[in-house]
T-cell receptor
Framework: QTVVIQEPSSSVSPGGTVTLTCGLS?????????PSWYQQTPGQTPRMLIY???TRSSGVPDRFSGSILGTKAALTITGAQAEDDSDFYC??????????FGGGTKLTVL | EVQLVESGGGLVQPGGSLRLSCAASGITFSSWWMTWVRQAPGKGLEWVAN????????HYADSVKGRFTISRDNAKDSVTLQMSSLRADDTAVYYC??????????RGQGTMVTVSS
């Protein structure tokens, strides 16, 4: 069974740039997996940041961008801010009417 | 502004049933795919089920197939998740979401389901 894989943790300095990735245990991620990204702070509802690989959701700051980097989907934060300290999840469409979230990346801004 | 209000969660014994509802406002509900996503305590997100705008197409995660049923009432702008044969690993916060471009826009606070004896 295919598993969606994210880094468990990552860190970035305030003002810095960080890239989080979302891969597959078998095969490459493509635009046909329609990757989307979500941010969640403790106790809050996940907020959609990016959909369809690289389209920012309404109201999302332009420091967040999505792409395909090599064999993975990627979320890049350029000019990280303290409030970006949170959990980030990706979800991929795996075909056959199935979606799967990655395990999430805990981002620390320090 | 889109609003989604989930309700119906609570404590239920293993093997029991529960019916979750999600009331939508601020959208033309009958035009949207709707999805349920859940999150077990301290864990990540899991796609559960979705339904197309007219209710004729439904998809389920393997973990809930045969036990959960998603449905909708476009006259009442609501989507429902009927859950049966509940297990401890169904314990989670359940979010409903509007769906587009294979993504999920979760706007509510979720409803907590606890399966325990």
């Amino acid at each position: 069974q295919t598993v969606v894989i994210q880094e468990p943790s990552s860190s970035v300095s305030p003002g810095g740039t960080v890239t989080l990735t979302c891969g597959l245990s078998s095969g490459s991620v493509s635009t046909g997996n329609y990757p989307s990204w979500y941010q969640q702070t403790p106790g809050q509802t996940p907020r959609m940041l990016i959909y369809n690989t690289n389209t920012r959701s309404s109201g999302v700051p332009d420091r967040f961008s999505g792409s395909i980097l090599g064999t993975k989907a990627a979320l890049t934060i350029t000019g990280a801010q303290a409030e970006d300290d949170s959990d980030f999840y990706c979800v991929l469409f795996l075909g056959s009417a199935t979606w799967q979230f990655g395990g999430g990346t805990k981002l620390t801004v320090l | 502004e889109v609003q989604l209000v989930e309700s119906g969660g609570g404590l239920v014994q293993p093997g029991g049933s529960l019916r979750l509802s999600c009331a939508a406002s601020g959208i033309t509900f009958s035009s949207w795919w709707m999805t349920w996503v859940r999150q077990a305590p301290g864990k990540g997100l899991e796609w559960v089920a979705n339904i197309n705008p007219d209710g004729s197409t439904k998809h389920y995660a393997d973990s809930v197939k045969g036990r959960f049923t998603i449905s909708r009432d476009n006259a009442k702008d609501s989507v429902t998740l009927q859950m049966s044969s509940l297990r401890a690993d169904d314990t989670a916060v359940y979010y409903c979401a509007t769906s587009f471009d294979y993504a999920f826009d979760m706007r509510g606070q979720g409803t907590m389901v606890t399966v325990s004896s």
